[in-house]
């Protein structure tokens, strides 16, 4: 028996033989902002339902933020960056997740609550966030997380 301490892996997306052959950064980016796009709309519609159902906005938008990302990862692992699955670069994930998760909710709570109660507020205050961490995640997803073995 291993002493080592299990550690599970996401769940697996198929791979497909296209994705075989490395892409540039100018697909990478396309694909990041493609897949970014989708896991947004997973994320602030998530959002505003919780929002209607009463939730904080703190809350929401940590629960938001978790699907989201989550789907983000997922698909940006397969066909972004083209990554095997490993529980190293699983956990460097979790832990920029971690960073970028502080710095969404942080940003989203400072601009909804600062704001002037329009009915932009809180789309606005998503966007921003949302941009902010998408700029800090390709950058280290690419330089850093799917260089990893």
Same mark, same amino acid.
């Given at each position: 028996? &291993?002493?080592?301490?299990?550690? %599970?892996?996401? /769940?697996?997306?198929?791979?497909?033989?296209? +994705?075989?052959?490395?892409?540039? =950064?100018?697909? +990478?980016?396309?694909?990041?902002?493609?897949?970014?796009?989708? &896991?947004?709309? $997973?994320?602030?519609?998530?959002? $505003? =339902?919780?929002?209607?159902?009463?939730?904080?906005?703190? /809350?929401?938008? &940590?629960?938001?933020?978790?699907?989201?990302?989550?789907?983000?990862? =997922?698909?940006?692992?397969? #066909?972004?960056? @083209?990554?095997? %699955? &490993?529980?190293?670069?699983?956990?460097?994930?979790?832990?920029?997740?971690?960073?970028?998760?502080?710095? +969404? /909710?942080? $940003?989203?709570? $400072? =601009?909804?609550? *600062?704001?002037?109660?329009?009915? #932009?507020r809180k789309p606005l205050a998503f966007?921003?966030? +949302?941009?902010?961490? *998408?700029?800090?995640?390709?950058? /280290? @997803?690419?330089?850093?997380?799917?260089?990893?073995?």
């Amino acid at each position: 028996m &291993s002493a080592e301490p299990h550690v %599970p892996l996401p /769940v697996d997306l198929p791979v497909v033989a296209e +994705q075989q052959a490395a892409v540039d =950064l100018k697909t +990478q980016i396309v694909r990041f902002v493609l897949s970014g796009g989708f &896991s947004a709309i $997973i994320d602030f519609g998530l959002y $505003i =339902l919780l929002g209607i159902a009463g939730l904080p906005v703190a /809350v929401a938008k &940590s629960i938001s933020f978790v699907a989201g990302t989550t789907t983000a990862y =997922l698909i940006n692992r397969r #066909w972004t960056f @083209q990554a095997e %699955p &490993s529980r190293k670069r699983f956990l460097a994930v979790v832990a920029l997740y971690a960073v970028t998760f502080a710095v +969404q /909710v942080g $940003i989203n709570q $400072i =601009l909804y609550v *600062t704001l002037d109660d329009h009915w #932009w507020r809180k789309p606005l205050a998503f966007v921003i966030a +949302q941009g902010t961490a *998408t700029v800090i995640n390709f950058v /280290v @997803q690419r330089a850093v997380i799917f260089k990893l073995r």
